[in-house]
């Protein structure tokens, strides 16, 4: 079973950074568009940003945009969410995908708060 696995959520102050990781198995990584999403609370799942297959290319959501970066490191096989300049409205549960191929990781919190 292809698994993705997020990590590096937690509680951070508004104004401050953080960076997730998710490690996904060589057979998939490097071969497919990979992308983070989010979901607050109540609220409908939404994408925060996708990268190319060899990371030379990304795509971010309007509300996102000049805060976050997305990178990957094919030696490691992870992705990276690097999030500065928090706010409360980050708040949510991230997860990364490979959306070719229906895939999940399990989610990590962010907590954005003072």
């Known amino acids: 079973q292809v698994q993705l696995v997020e990590f590096g959520g937690g509680l951070v102050q508004p104004g401050g950074s953080l960076r997730l990781s998710c490690v996904a198995p060589?057979?998939?990584?490097?071969?497919?568009?990979m992308a983070w999403y989010r979901q607050a609370p109540g609220q409908q799942r939404e994408l925060v940003g996708i990268?190319?297959?060899?990371?030379?290319?990304?795509h971010y959501g309007d509300s996102v945009k000049g805060r976050f970066t997305i990178s990957r490191d094919s030696n490691k096989n992870t992705m990276y969410l690097q999030m500065n300049s928090l706010k409360p409205e980050d708040t949510a549960i991230y997860y990364c995908?490979?959306?070719?191929?229906?895939?999940w990781g399990q989610g990590t919190p962010v907590n954005v708060s003072s």
């Open positions: 995908s490979v959306p070719a191929r229906g895939l």
């Open positions: 060589g057979s998939i990584f490097g071969f497919y568009n």
């Open positions: 990268i190319s297959p060899e990371g030379s290319d990304s």
